[in-house]
């Protein structure tokens, strides 16, 4: 497609291409803005430096949100993301009133580069994270003594020893294991822990299958089953955090809810809290906005691959994605070439025929999607509308949060090498979505420990929604 620019935002775009990636890329990691070095050896410095050095932080960062009213104005963002691969798109760019949200660097010249570029192309800006760095350190920060005796209480008394405060913070991977093997050994007869499969790293992605205690060995094998997983995308916290908050609530309350028993007697469960283990280890113990995973790419100093864009369908079309090893939406090698997509891709395979639901957790915007993201011409069965809608209402029932319905390319962005589209269109999932929890932007990734109570009450209710929905419909293929 030809983007056509004014002469003052192509100008500025250019300045923005020639001194903003360096000057951003070097401002995250503290290091003053280097002219005349080739963009190469500027990369590697910087990634190399990710890998060995201490934590990295974001002091003085800011996060701006540029409403997009037009195609025009769509345009003149794509340039900047296309020419600034540098620059941190912490959303899509999509024509809505808030368009976009991009993490700008502490640097005064990036930040006066950029604010000329937008004023050259008709865009304004507000801030809406003033720094970053403070809501990091607000976000894993220990609760306090009054913040625990607010949170819910009925929720907390729910949890076994020691683990009743555990959706007061979120978790490292050694946290999350413990809680796995927590909930396998007090729920023995309803649970089996097991590995998907080995990461880049050599990390074991672990899930849980759940079932109702009255389920024999052979009816384990053919009953129908819900997959979800979190932590696609490793910034995204909050997406692990509901699904373990799920996985409490089904074990905890079967028996004593009569929706989870139920839902527990006709379906079983299977969930991943973090598919992309080392990228998500990464933002704990390096770099909080890490996205992609932390495969090397051959012959690039940049590392990782988007995971949800490694799959193998449309692998490298058109939309949200990038060939670029340095960019947030890097497609990989080839489809699959990522461990971490590629081992739940092959329990979907093997699992094919059972599984009647697929849900992949992000963060953030609050949407709950079903396919096609590659395509915006092609549409999934009603059934899948009709269904996240019924989800989407249950979840406003609880604390009121909206969540838009559609399709992917629709709703949000066209984005190809997607898992929902793969599950939809390879492993026969009928309903198979893509669910963007809490908020809408004023945390963003950083939303409040204070939320994952909250949340999981919500999305458990939109689950238990869609499973009656499920129900229903596999009740009337009978017929």
């Known amino acids: 497609m030809l983007v056509r620019l004014t002469r003052n935002a192509a100008t500025a775009l250019a300045l923005v291409a020639q001194t903003l990636f360096v000057c951003a890329c070097l401002s995250m990691l503290g290091v003053g803005l280097m002219r005349g ?6 990369q590697a410095a910087l990634f ?3 890998v060995e050095g201490a934590r990295v932080r974001f002091d003085g960062h800011q996060v701006w949100r540029v409403p997009i009213a037009s195609q025009k104005d769509l345009d003149a963002i794509l340039a900047l993301r296309r020419q600034v691969p540098a620059i941190d798109f912490w959303t899509e760019p999509r024509i809505a009133k808030n368009g976009v949200d991009i993490r700008v660097s502490a640097n005064k010249d990036v930040k006066a580069t950029l604010a000329a570029y937008l004023q050259s192309a008709g865009l304004a800006h507000s801030v809406f994270i003033a720094d970053l760095q403070v809501a990091i350190d607000e976000q894993i920060s220990t609760p306090s003594s ?3 005796a607010e949170s819910d209480a009925q929720t907390q008394l729910a949890l076994a020893d020691p683990f009743k405060t555990y959706f007061t913070k979120y978790h490292t991977i050694a946290e999350i294991n413990e809680f796995l093997i927590h909930l396998n050994k007090t729920h023995d007869s309803m649970t089996e822990l097991f590995s998907l499969g080995e990461t ?3 990390r074991t992605q672990w899930g849980l299958h759940i079932h109702s205690p009255r389920s024999s060995v052979a009816s384990k094998r053919d ?3 819900l997959f979800f997983f979190g932590g696609h995308h490793a910034r995204e916290w909050i997406g692990p ?4 908050f799920i996985m409490s609530e089904l074990l905890t309350k079967y028996g004593k809810d009569s929706a989870i028993t139920a839902a527990l007697d006709e379906f079983d469960f299977t969930i991943v809290p973090v598919v992309n283990v080392d990228g998500y280890e990464f933002t704990h113990k390096s770099n909080r906005m890490w996205r992609k995973n932390r495969q090397p790419n051959k012959g690039n100093a940049c590392i990782g691959t988007d995971p949800n864009r490694n799959w193998d369908t449309n692998w490298g079309g058109d939309g949200s994605t990038s060939k670029n090893p340095c960019s947030d939406s890097f497609v990989g090698s080839g489809p699959f070439s990522a461990p971490e997509p590629r081992n739940i891709a092959e329990y979907l395979k093997r699992r094919k025929g059972n599984i009647v639901s697929f849900i992949d957790f992000h963060a953030y915007s609050q949407l709950w999607m079903y396919p096609f993201g590659s395509y915006c011409d092609v549409f999934a069965d009603i059934v899948l509308e009709m269904a996240a809608k019924d989800a989407a209402a249950a979840l406003k029932a609880v604390h009121g949060k909206s969540f838009a319905v559609g399709s992917i390319c629709n709703i949000i962005y066209q984005a190809a090498g997607s898992s929902v ?8 999932v009928t309903f198979s979505y893509g669910v963007e929890l809490r908020d809408q932007g004023l945390y963003g990734f950083m939303l409040p420990p204070k939320q994952i109570i909250p949340s999981g009450e919500e999305t458990l209710a939109a689950v238990l929604a869609l499973v009656k929905y499920i129900r229903g419909y596999l009740k009337d293929q009978e017929i």
């Open 48 to 50: 190399e430096k990710e």
């Open 421 to 428: 589209d793969w599950a939809y269109e390879t492993a026969n």
């Open 223 to 225: 009953k129908k089953e």
């Open 146 to 148: 009054l913040e625990l």
């Open 37 to 42: 070095s080739a963009l190469d050896g500027l």
């Open 200 to 202: 880049y790293e050599g």
């Open 241 to 244: 955090a509901v699904v373990q």
